[in-house]
């Protein structure tokens, strides 16, 4: 199954501030998150991002948020947030049927929310450097099971290229010089 801007949707889940700094490579998936959302933004693909009970938890990275202008905010309880009414139905709405997802932490909320996405027919496509936990281990781990679930691993190259589906055209042009191009990940330190 190939990805498609047009059927596609970005979903950033739980990059939340106060609990980056306990997450194994959690600046790399804060940075690759907001690389590709970025390029999304500038493709039409909408960009979704969750956060989990805020109030205990604090909000997102704000680096993220700042990255990613154009984004959807929404706050959950329930680990996956396909559980939450309200993001169902916006998703079922909204007519995507693919979803890239990434976040933390990826054997909890990444990973519930991905199950529920499968479960209500969507189709998920794991995005393997911008998905983190406490332990690397228990991420690798998430991952296997997403993907012996119907889950597609992914890398963001592999997400950008298929989006933008060919380079004799001006969104190829315009994403190659600000996306692609010399392209060195912002180091961040929690």
């Given at each position: 199954?190939?990805?498609?801007?047009?059927?596609?949707?970005?979903?950033?889940?739980?990059?939340?501030?106060?609990?980056?700094?306990?997450?194994?490579?959690?600046?790399?998936?804060?940075?690759?998150?907001?690389?590709?959302?970025?390029?999304?933004?500038?493709?039409?693909?909408?960009?979704?991002?969750?956060?989990?009970?805020?109030?205990?938890?604090?909000?997102?990275?704000?680096?993220?948020?700042?990255?990613?202008?154009?984004?959807?905010?929404?706050?959950?309880?329930?680990?996956?947030?396909?559980e939450e009414p309200a993001?169902?139905?916006?998703?079922?709405?909204?007519?995507?049927?693919?979803?890239?997802?990434?976040?933390?932490?990826?054997?909890?909320?990444?990973?519930?929310?991905?199950?529920?996405?499968?479960?209500?027919?969507?189709?998920?496509?794991?995005?393997?450097?911008?998905?983190?936990?406490?332990?690397?281990?228990?991420?690798?781990?998430?991952?296997?099971?997403?993907?012996?679930?119907?889950?597609?691993?992914?890398?963001?190259?592999?997400?950008?290229?298929?989006?933008?589906?060919?380079?004799?055209?001006?969104?190829?042009?315009?994403?190659?010089?600000r996306f692609?191009?010399?392209?060195?990940?912002?180091?961040?330190?929690?």
């Amino acid at each position: 199954m190939r990805l498609t801007r047009e059927k596609s949707l970005m979903l950033i889940v739980d990059l939340q501030a106060a609990l980056l700094p306990v997450i194994e490579n959690g600046d790399q998936a804060v940075t690759e998150a907001a690389w590709l959302g970025g390029l999304a933004e500038s493709l039409d693909v909408p960009v979704w991002v969750t956060e989990q009970y805020p109030q205990g938890l604090g909000g997102s990275e704000p680096w993220l948020l700042e990255a990613l202008p154009g984004h959807r905010l929404w706050q959950k309880v329930h680990f996956g947030a396909h559980e939450e009414p309200a993001f169902a139905a916006a998703l079922a709405e909204s007519g995507k049927r693919q979803v890239v997802l990434c976040g933390t932490e990826a054997h909890i909320c990444v990973m519930q929310t991905g199950l529920g996405l499968l479960e209500a027919g969507y189709e998920v496509f794991w995005l393997v450097e911008a998905t983190a936990s406490r332990r690397a281990a228990e991420a690798r781990l998430a991952r296997e099971r997403m993907v012996q679930a119907g889950a597609v691993a992914v890398s963001a190259d592999m997400v950008a290229y298929e989006w933008l589906h060919r380079c004799d055209d001006e969104r190829f042009k315009q994403a190659h010089r600000r996306f692609l191009k010399g392209r060195s990940p912002r180091p961040l330190r929690f």
